[in-house]
């Protein structure tokens, strides 16, 4: 090999026995392998006595390890430390020697220590995936230095020609997880070809000569982690037939088991992962990115966070935000203490309602009103970090004494930066750059909008979820009293902007958080924007008009009728836009055909643009509902339109009751589909009441359209989703069974409330 | 995401539960009465919250009184527009 100058973008790197392998793409779609020695190291804050210790046991390692004395800061004191560095002479065996060191050492803090290999390689050396340049490579193949043309927090930057192969489960009836043949469909340069199932043997000749001939960089799968993957990979091994989805031939698929976690208190099942070396894997079934945001936002989360793609698309945002935090870490020598090995969970939610009161929220005035503002705090939480430099090493720090934190009066550090409002602040300002790019590029008329929609739409999440981490008590830079700060600066905030507005004159209808209703008779939107104004400089945090609605509905609780409930609502601005939350058309577990019923209600609905105009068009809107009742007495339903989606909290033996989850889950269990929490079942309900036939919902699974389906349960949906609407007009479920002529069943007796006390505070 | 859940609310859920004797003593109407009392509580969970005293039953009491008063306050200009209509009527007549 002669030496060469390759001018193009990091494609892909993991540890290898040379190092680091490092793959390249040039400017033609060329693919270059390099490698690179690499000595990572961690450390140890101990005495000279116990450095003989440490020097003796490391000498009976069988490669090179070496030790020095280095300085590095601690965090929290933000003092110089004397510490001791363990140089480990071979990337793959990095993680053995921390662990057999911790063995020994069960009382000492380790810092740096569990890091992957390829990751403290780009937080030293600041290349990041993707990251486009000049690299040269020797003689025998060693990348020996690099002239980046590029930033990691660059808001505008080039790709690499990529080339995909789709390698899918062929679309069936049957969730894929469950289903026994391999049935595999392969699409590149826009051919799609069948692989049949009988001979397994075919089937791996034939996905490697389509390997062969595409080369994908990319290779695209749904459930590829958790199913087609392994199985392929299981075949190859039983038949002896080597496969060829690695292009580094020389290196193994980098695996780990699946997990359960929780988020915000609910359960998520993620699929163990299976990533290749010279290409990127990317399941579209197990990648939160990809899901929400498409290659570009994961592209661009992993440029900022220094994450490999494969890596990135199947991490949490914990695992981004932290990512960041470490590199700073790393570029300002700031020690990171190891994690403790607890399972990744947040705290219950019951925990975190005793120990922290959250942002605020102003029940709404239920019903329908007209002429409303709605304005947002832009990127509440972070803002605030952001501007008052809440951070756990900021947070009641050892120098300052200054009271700044409202309402809780701790002490904010005026001395230093802190690491999380520094981390924070290249995601806040590449977003609101991108959304004024998207902006001026639509209303151009320039179709790459998508592309910083998308970029956008991905910084979101990690601006939504860093505050969560503030609190978590496993995230490394996380402190209770940082979190309960931001809190009380958003309380703050949304106060302030309630006072402001009232004393011009708005009523404040709801508020949740960092979004508030308003409400002035005749308030232009001029002069919603001279308000939003005024807040944002009170307050340092932008706000501004969401839209003004011709009409807004707040419903009542599901429970009960007598109350408001926060963040459910339904309203058209003055655009026609609607705008919905909460209630059934926007609710993943709402089957189908009461989706389209209350949309089609909507739709009729939205043509109002006074209350005055709700209530007339409000018998064309029962008139839609009363077809799909009738459709659904008729037993001509879809089924398919039927299926409810749910996601199972317990494994199935943990149900003690007899709901219709509990018997799916079972049903399912006892047919050999072994599900975790969190992971969804869909099902039919057959007799919600348990007592006309044997099983009260049937799995999607096994059900068969000459099951039938729950008549009378799923026209009591109907009705349900139609009071939601229509409740505050007065229809209620008596009144509209009359009106659809059905006889009313007496149903629980509800006594003459002497005196609504609700109904009275307008 | 999930919002932050109303913490409130279960406060008052709690609360509510604690009064299960006192409310079975309670005429049938007079229990929809004190049903009617934690329901307009509930109008004022961000004050509460933000409140946050260590004894959350003042915060709902008083929530109770702040709601109550704003219903006196709505009745009282609905009785004087009443009267006054009556008046109208009453010289209308004459
Ligand atoms: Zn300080």
Redesign the pocket.
């Known amino acids: 090999m002669s030496p060469s100058i390759i001018t193009g973008w990091l494609f892909d790197i993991y540890p290898s026995s040379d190092g680091i392998t490092i793959w390249l793409i040039d400017k033609e779609g060329v693919k270059h392998r390099a490698f690179t020695p690499f000595v990572p190291s961690f450390f140890m804050h101990i005495s000279p006595e116990e450095e003989r210790r440490v020097a003796a046991l490391v000498k009976s390692f069988p490669f090179k390890i070496t030790l020095d004395r280095v300085m590095r800061r601690e965090l929290y004191s933000n003092e110089e430390w004397n510490v001791l560095r363990i140089n480990v002479h071979d990337t793959l065996r990095f993680k053995q020697v921390v662990q057999r060191l911790e063995r020994h050492f069960p009382h000492y803090v380790f810092f740096n220590s569990d890091i992957q290999t390829q990751q403290i390689y780009l937080y030293e050396t600041g290349l990041f995936p993707l990251a486009f340049g000049e690299y040269s490579i020797n003689e025998s193949g060693m990348l020996t230095e690099w002239q980046l043309h590029d930033t990691y927090d660059a808001s505008e930057y080039s790709m690499p020609p990529l080339s995909t192969m789709k390698l899918m489960n062929r679309p069936d009836f049957v969730s894929p997880k469950f289903r026994k043949s391999y049935q595999i469909e392969i699409s590149y340069e826009g051919e799609t070809y069948s692989l049949e199932n009988d001979q397994p043997a075919e089937i791996l000749h034939a996905v490697n000569s389509h390997l062969k001939r595409c080369d994908p960089d990319i290779v695209l799968t749904e459930y590829g982690d958790a199913i087609l993957l392994p199985l392929l990979v299981k075949l190859s091994a039983e038949l002896k037939i080597p496969l060829l989805l690695n292009r580094d031939q020389r290196a193994g698929y980098f695996t780990t088991k699946e997990s359960s976690y929780f988020v915000y208190g609910k359960i998520v099942h993620k699929d163990g992962a299976f990533e290749l070396a010279g290409r990127w894997h990317l399941d579209t079934e197990n990648s939160f990115m990809m899901g929400e945001a498409s290659l570009d936002g994961v592209v661009e989360i992993a440029r900022l966070t220094q994450l490999p793609v494969q890596h990135q698309s199947r991490s949490t945002i914990g695992t981004a935000l932290s990512s960041m935090q470490l590199s700073w870490a790393y570029r300002n020598n700031y020690l990171i203490p190891a994690k403790k090995r607890e399972p990744e969970e947040f705290k219950s939610a019951a925990t975190l309602l005793l120990a922290d009161r959250g942002g605020l929220i102003f029940q709404p005035i239920m019903g329908y009103h007209e002429q409303i503002g709605e304005l947002d705090f832009v990127s509440m939480y972070p803002t605030i970090m952001v501007q008052h430099n809440v951070s756990p090493e900021?947070v009641n720090?050892?120098?300052?004494n200054n009271e700044a934190v409202p309402e809780l009066k701790y002490?904010?550090?005026?001395?230093?930066k802190g690491i999380v409002p520094e981390t924070l602040r290249p995601i806040v300002a590449k977003r609101s750059f991108y959304k004024k790019e998207k902006k001026r590029l639509k209303k151009s008329g320039d179709a790459t909008w998508h592309i910083y929609d998308r970029r956008q739409n991905a910084l979101k999440w990690m601006l939504v979820t860093c505050f969560g981490y503030l609190g978590y008590k496993n995230a490394r830079f996380g402190k209770i009293e940082a979190h309960e700060s931001v809190n009380a600066f958003s309380r703050d905030a949304i106060l302030t902007a309630k006072e402001i507005a009232e004393s011009r004159g708005y009523k404040f209808l709801h508020a949740i958080v960092d979004c508030m209703w308003l409400k002035k008779e005749g308030a232009s939107e001029a002069d919603y924007e001279a308000l939003c104004e005024e807040v944002s400089s009170q307050t340092k945090i932008e706000i501004s008009l969401e839209g003004i609605y011709n009409w807004i509905l707040f419903p009542s609780s599901k429970m009960d009728p007598n109350i408001p409930t926060a963040n459910r609502y339904v309203g058209f601005y003055t655009s026609k836009e609607i705008k919905v939350r909460g209630i059934e058309v926007r609710r993943r577990d709402t089957p189908k055909l009461i989706k389209r019923m209350q949309g089609e209600m909507l739709e009729i609905l939205g043509e109002a643009e006074t209350i005055a105009e709700v209530k007339t068009l409000a018998s064309a809107a029962l008139a839609k509902a009363k077809e799909y009742v009738e459709l659904l007495r008729s037993g001509k339903a879809d089924p398919m339109e039927l299926v409810i989606r749910r996601h199972i909290s317990q494994e199935a033996s943990e149900y003690k009751n007899r709901s219709a989850n509990a018997e799916v889950a079972k049903a399912l269990d006892e047919a050999g589909m072994k599900l975790q929490p969190g992971e969804s079942i869909e099902y039919v309900l057959l007799d919600s009441t348990g007592k006309k036939k044997p099983e009260k919902a049937r799995p999607l699974t096994f059900y068969s359209f000459d099951d039938g389906y729950d008549i009378e349960k799923y026209i009591e949906m109907v009705f349900k989703s139609v009071e939601t609407l229509l409740l505050p007009l007065g229809y209620d479920e008596k009144t509209l069974k009359q009106g659809f002529g059905m006889k009313i069943k007496k149903r629980r007796k509800s006594v003459s409330t002497p005196f609504l006390l609700s109904q009275y505070v307008e | 995401m999930g919002r932050t859940v109303p913490t409130f609310t279960m406060v008052i859920q709690q609360e509510m539960e604690s009064w299960t004797k006192f409310r079975r003593g309670l005429r049938q109407e007079d229990q929809e009465a004190l049903d009617e009392l934690f329901r307009a509580a509930r109008l004022q969970l961000a004050s509460c919250a933000y409140a946050a005293r260590p004894i959350p039953f003042e915060s709902i009491a008083m929530a109770m009184l702040v709601s109550q008063q704003r219903v006196i306050g709505n009745l009282k200009k609905r009785v004087e527009r009443l009267e006054q209509a009556g008046k109208q009527n009453y010289h209308d007549a004459a």
């Open positions: 900021t720090c050892r120098c300052c002490t904010i550090c005026t001395k230093r």
